[in-house]
Nanobody
């Protein structure tokens, strides 16, 4: 059974940092691209960042470039999202997801972790 479990969300002041983790199990970690998505209240879910299993290339949404960093620890089957210089508009539920299409068509989703950034 494929499982993706996010953690690390919480409440932080603007300008602060959080590190999200996504622990994966039930599949061969190296076989999938893995990424982070978020859904803010009243808004559609959007892609935040993705890392390719093929060559390790990364994608970032324009809104987070220069502030967020995605990384993976293959030994732990875990992907991280380091979020710095957080803004109130980063407030959302953050989900990790996997697919074979560089995060363009997620096949499995985690349940999410909530991030709240106060001004």
């Amino acid at each position: 059974e494929v499982q993706l479990v996010e953690s690390g969300g919480g409440l932080v002041h603007a300008g602060g940092s959080l590190r999200l983790s996504c622990a994966a199990s039930g599949f061969t970690f190296d076989d999938y691209d893995i990424g982070w998505f978020r859904q803010a209240p009243g808004k559609e879910r959007e892609g935040v960042s993705c890392i390719s299993r093929v060559d390790g290339s990364t994608y970032y949404a324009d809104s987070v470039k220069g502030r967020f960093t995605i990384s993976s620890d293959n030994a732990k089957n875990t992907v991280y999202l380091q979020m710095n210089s957080l803004k109130p508009e980063d407030t959302a539920v953050y989900y990790c997801a996997v697919d074979h299409y560089y995060c363009s068509g997620p096949e499995y989703w985690g349940r999410g972790t909530k991030v709240t950034v106060t001004s």
